[in-house]
């Protein structure tokens, strides 16, 4: 029985998707938001929820063990969304990637173990490392992460195996390619490269931009999340991917026409350290075993990705006051 959820970072970009998905179901579940308000949260994300029946916003950190522990005894379940994700900050602070996207997920399972309920970590494609041409990675290939990010979040599934295995907890594990949408936060690809031109600024692009990803759109994801959560088998893994393979340079070709700006403004800067090539998943376990699969074309959905972004400017201008955030290199950024 999945009904009364704690979903942790709920205030960032998937988990506020996730939570006003869920919420707009049947009216049966019920959901704590817990959320630190670190710098990828933002409460206008939810503004619309914030006196609705059935949902509870908690100011507080995944890595604060009493606090965790108490709310696990009003779920019935955990999905675990908080995390820091952007890997140019990893590589300049690893050390807050470890406290919380492994560290907090051990406090989540210690809690989750003492109410016996069950724990879902959303985690990523980034986990497996660069895949060669023509090859989708598969749940049970190895995992081989190139950044401090992919490393702590490869190091939480791991303690997530080991607590379904040595304590029969009810685990699952998503592992999705990079999605996209609306309140996603400004520094990562899309919105970037979408508010830098709208400023008339510079689109970086780095390298040579022939780097590879497969784009998910965030409403597709929650949708698959929910069904993990409610007809996943307990230790699974799950592969999710959009199936929507594109260079980066492809791409910010393709916003750039969408805003009938001119490909002029793309400025190729240089390539991050460690920077994987491609990722590319192999979905058809979620697709065949649950029925899952995406409702959105890539095409129709960039475009109304783009549209939300020149809409709702009153959203995205305040997250980038501070100069760092559309940085051309935010590695080299002290955070």
Request: contains cysteine; neutral net charge.
């Amino acid at each position: 029985m999945v009904s009364r959820l704690l979903v942790t970072g709920g205030m960032g970009f998937i988990g506020s998707n996730f939570l006003r998905y869920v919420l707009s179901l049947d009216g049966t579940i019920t959901a704590l938001n817990l959320d630190k308000l670190g710098y990828g949260s933002n409460p206008p994300n939810l503004k619309d929820l914030e006196n609705r029946n059935g949902y509870k916003f908690i100011k507080g950190s995944i890595t604060d063990p009493q606090l965790v522990k108490q709310l696990c005894k009003e779920a019935d379940s955990v999905v675990n969304f908080a995390a820091e994700t952007h890997v140019d900050r990893s590589i300049s602070t690893p050390n807050v990637f470890f406290e919380n996207n492994t560290a907090g997920v051990l406090a989540l399972l210690e809690a989750c173990r003492d109410n016996d309920i069950g724990f879902l970590q959303v985690s990523t494609d980034e986990v497996y490392g660069s895949a060669q041409a023509n090859v989708a990675f598969k749940e049970k290939d190895k995992l081989d992460p190139s950044s401090p990010y992919a490393a702590s979040k490869a190091a939480a599934e791991m303690l997530v195996q080991a607590y379904h295995k040595t304590y029969g907890l009810r685990t699952y594990v998503t592992r999705c390619t990079n999605n996209f949408g609306p309140y996603q936060f400004p520094e990562k690809f899309i919105p970037k490269t979408i508010i830098t031109a709208l400023l008339g600024l510079s689109v970086p692009v780095y390298g040579s931009g022939k780097q590879v990803r497969d784009w998910l759109h965030v409403s597709d994801h929650c949708e698959a999340i929910y069904k993990v959560l409610r007809e996943g088998e307990p230790g699974a893994i799950y592969n999710i991917s959009g199936g929507n393979q594109v260079e980066n340079l492809a791409l910010a070709s393709s916003i750039l026409k969408l805003l009938g700006k001119d490909e002029s403004l793309i400025q190729h800067v240089d390539d991050r350290p460690g920077h994987d090539f491609r990722y590319a998943l192999d979905s058809s376990q979620i697709r065949t075993q649950l029925g899952w699969e995406p409702r959105h074309t890539f095409p129709d959905a960039l475009r109304e990705t783009v549209d939300w972004y020149v809409k709702n400017q009153a959203w995205w201008r305040p997250l980038v006051t501070d100069p760092k955030i559309l940085s051309s290199a935010p590695w080299k950024e002290r955070w």
